[in-house]
């Protein structure tokens, strides 16, 4: 297990099973780096094929890198700081699609059908990732620029061998894109799943109703979810259902809409919240420092959420 598996993985405090209310300005701070990373995630899944996963994709773009281009799995593994099955598994699947060669010695190397697959499927998550940060100001794209920077020294990656190039738009390209979406998901998912059995969209449906302030219990209709979550009406629907019975929230009736349902969180959908943010404020920090507070990093994350909503509604006028 690598040093940042092993971060991700650590146990974190538990706070006695009664849970205690988090901070809220920690609890904004936690639903908006989940949204971010959660439609980060949602537009390179929509982008990719339905056969190859955001791994598989990590592997060939690392392949296509000239000190890269042949190199044993566990190295390839060592550089994408994945856990060597995965690599060994996805070397397996990508071998049987002609998109990489197993040669007599071990090493890996792209086909040429795997280098041509590599080149079309970066430029579409070049093209995602550009709508998300062009209109970033010069400012924004620098602290972005500067937190990602932060992601990727950490012991144990390849970036902390090899720092980003100083200007700013080279932070935001395939590669770096999807390795920063890739380890930010993979923080927040085993946070969440150490905590519950929730998954993090599940997760996240929750977090939504968690007060940022201290005012009224935040009670949401059905319409909001689907535009929080960018998922459709059916999961808002089964979802709600499911964290029902699980007793997490409760549908109570909208008083101005006699046909509506408004969702709220029950106490021990508060506990949960509480304790999985906390521990997900914990890994941020961890990766992130003490600029998680910072609010000229939070208005830039802002920013960065509604040019991602801009970008996913503009996917399928893309020219594919």
Not at 71 to 99: C, Q
Not at 266 to 292: H, K, N, W
């Amino acid at each position: 297990m690598s040093q940042v598996q092993a971060l991700f993985c650590a146990p974190i405090g538990r706070r006695g099973g009664k849970g205690r209310d988090v901070d809220y300005a920690k609890a904004h701070i936690v639903t908006l780096w989940c949204a971010v990373i959660a439609k980060a995630t949602r537009g390179v899944t929509k982008l990719l094929p339905k056969q190859m996963t955001p791994l598989q994709f990590r592997l060939l773009a690392q392949l296509t890198l000239p000190e890269s281009e042949r190199v044993l799995p566990m190295r390839a593994a060592r550089l994408l700081v994945l856990k060597p099955a995965d690599v060994d598994e996805a070397v397996g699947v990508l071998a049987d699609r002609d998109l990489l060669r197993v040669c007599d010695d071990g090493c890996i190397e792209l086909t040429r059908a795997g280098r041509e697959r590599a080149a079309r499927l970066t430029e579409r998550l070049n093209a995602f990732f550009a709508l998300c940060v062009d209109d970033l100001s010069e400012e924004e794209r620098a602290v972005l620029a500067d937190l990602l920077r932060r992601a990727f020294s950490m012991p144990g990656s390849c970036y902390a061998r090899r720092p980003l190039a100083g200007e700013a738009s080279e932070a935001f390209d395939a590669r770096r894109g999807l390795a920063a979406t890739a380890m930010l998901h993979y923080a927040v998912q085993t946070a969440v799943k150490k905590a519950t059995s929730l998954s993090l969209t599940d997760f996240r449906f929750l977090l939504e109703l968690y007060p940022k302030r201290r005012t009224a219990a935040r009670m949401l209709r059905a319409r909001d979810m689907v535009a929080f979550l960018r998922t459709g009406r059916a999961y808002v629907t089964t979802a709600s259902v499911r964290l029902e019975e699980q007793g997490y929230l409760v549908r109570v009736p909208d008083e101005r809409d006699a046909r509506g349902i408004l969702f709220k969180l029950t106490p021990q959908g508060m506990i949960c919240v509480q304790e999985v943010a906390e521990d997900l404020y914990a890994v941020l920090v961890s990766m992130f420092g003490e600029a998680v507070e910072e609010r000229v990093v939070q208005r830039a994350l802002k920013h960065l959420l509604e040019l991602e909503d801009a970008a996913l509604d503009a996917l399928a006028e893309l020219p594919w």
